[in-house]
């Protein structure tokens, strides 16, 4: 009698064992994730995040959850490119042109005046056989760090302290922050601009103290981050567009099955492309609520917006080799063709 209890409780116990291994979820299954960014908390950016981590969730039935980590609570972009490259971190939402520290390829799509309207950068910026996504992804994979989508940050513009800049001399001598970036930095000298890498986290406090004078991001990002409270001046430049990128770890990825991570990409592609069009929508927002704040802002003429178009050709070609002669005959046809149409 006991030994047939025995051998019932064991086949109970096995079956019940086969019934938690085909489970879809569970409480000892759930992969737990990190997910760390740069962006404010509840801004586009952190909204686009938060709603990959509930999509990824519901669509794995439970087995991902992903805690993030906005407002640089992990660290910088740089540190948490390093991080991700590492294993450390396993997921984020990078700049990569705030990177070419780690490669200096990331930062080919900073290069001025690639595109001036939303038509011409969707047809080079998110074009997946175009040059700007082929050279950022596979830069990134030389460093451990996988790519799963692309999202909008915004034109850049210029913001300061001191004075309205209408035209390249008034951007002469002036302090301004950039990212670590060749081609920002060198745009910003050719204009006789004093350039100065910084890392994001550190902004405001240095416009606050004056270490520097202004900083080149648009209207999203200086609203958001409350960089507007110690400028007086903007100017609708867009010598930049910038977009950024959803990423994994290699750490991470070679641990997900192949079902998991056609719906991490399936959802970071999705979600970047509706952060796109809510971004675009709320842009004008923005710069209304800065000018509501006092910033005085500036739209060059056509003639001076031509000018410092000139000065950005001659970061391309200072940059060719950098970049590689035959990325940058791409990159041109691509422009022209954008152009064209």
């Known amino acids: 009698m006991r030994l047939r209890f025995t051998k019932q409780k064991m086949a109970t116990t096995l079956a019940t064992c086969a019934l938690l291994l085909l489970a879809p979820t569970s409480f000892a299954e759930q992969l737990k994730l990190r997910m760390a960014h740069y962006a404010a908390t509840n801004s586009p950016v952190d909204k686009a995040g938060q709603e990959f981590a509930r999509l990824v969730k519901e669509r794995t039935q439970g087995r991902i959850a992903i805690t993030l980590f906005p407002d640089s609570q992990l660290g910088s972009v740089e540190a948490n490119a390093r991080d991700l490259s590492r294993g450390a971190l396993d997921l984020s939402l990078l700049t990569p042109g705030s990177l070419s520290g780690l490669d200096p390829l ?47 940050l915004e034109f850049r513009a210029v913001t300061n302290s001191k004075r309205p800049v209408e035209k390249p001399e008034d951007l002469k001598g002036l302090k301004l922050r950039v990212p670590s970036s060749a081609a920002i930095k060198g745009f910003f000298e050719a ?27 648009g209207a999203s990002l200086t609203y958001e981050s409350r960089l507007f409270e110690t400028q007086e001046y903007m100017t609708l430049l867009n010598h930049v567009y910038a977009f950024g990128t ?31 069009e809510k971004n675009r929508a709320r842009n004008d927002e923005f710069l209304m609520k800065l000018q509501e704040a006092g910033i005085k802002v500036t739209r060059p003429s056509a003639q001076a917006y031509a000018d410092f178009a000139r000065i950005g050709q001659t970061v391309w070609d200072k940059l060719t080799p950098v970049y590689g002669a035959d990325r940058i005959k791409a990159l041109r046809d691509e422009v022209s063709r954008a152009q064209a149409d």
């Open 106 to 152: 990331l930062d080919i799509h900073y290069l001025p005046f690639i595109a001036t309207t939303n038509e011409q950068v969707d047809a080079i910026f998110y074009n997946p056989n175009g040059t700007l996504q082929k050279t950022v992804i596979e830069a990134l994979a030389r460093h451990r760090i996988h790519t799963l989508g692309f999202y909008e």
């Open 191 to 217: 204009t006789g601009a004093q350039p100065v890498i910084m890392p994001f986290p550190e902004l405001f406090t240095a416009l606050q103290q004056g270490t520097v004078d202004g900083q080149d991001n």
């Open 246 to 276: 959803f990423n994994a770890s290699d750490k991470l990825w070679s641990k997900l099955s192949e079902e998991d991570k056609k719906i991490m990409t399936q959802t970071a592609q999705e979600v970047g492309k509706r952060q796109i």
